[in-house]
Structures are given as structure tokens and as C-alpha cells.
């Protein structure tokens, strides 16, 4: 198990009539990801529920736990 801790990123404005605003966001990176399958381009699903994310990859994005 790894821990973070969700951080907050400033985004623009879409239109001059918008406003500025922040969002929370998560920063995940390590060469753990690497061996675990999540290769630098590698397409990701992220199935979201109440309290939980799960970060896998998209399907036919490499053979990680594949036979």
C-alpha cells in the first residue's frame, strides 16, 4: 500500500465569462509503475466509487497479469 496526499491544482479559466477555480488532484508516479505494468504512454481505465479509485490499465495496454 502506498500513501498520498490529494493536493489541490489551480484551473484556467475555459472561457474569458468562466472563473478560475482549483481541484483536488493526486499525483501518482515511481519506477514501481514501470513494474507493475504502467509503461509511459500506456492508456489507464479509472473505475470511480464513493471513497475509491482503482487505477488499472485499459484493455490490450500490455500483458501484466496476462498468461
Known amino acids: ?3 498520498l496526499t ?3 491544482a489551480f484551473q484556467y479559466r475555459s ?3 468562466s ?3 482549483e481541484a483536488p488532484f493526486i499525483r501518482v508516479q515511481g ?6 505494468g ?5 492508456k489507464v481505465e479509472i473505475v470511480e ?3 475509491e479509485l482503482t487505477i488499472r490499465l ?3 495496454e500490455g500483458s501484466y497479469g496476462k498468461s
Open 1 to 3: 500500500m502506498r500513501k
Open 49 to 51: 466509487k464513493p471513497g
Open 58 to 60: 485499459a484493455e490490450g
Open 31 to 36: 519506477k514501481w509503475l514501470e513494474t507493475l
Open 15 to 17: 472561457s474569458p465569462l
Open 38 to 42: 504502467f509503461t509511459a504512454g500506456s
Open 19 to 21: 472563473k478560475d477555480r
Open 6 to 8: 490529494v493536493s489541490r
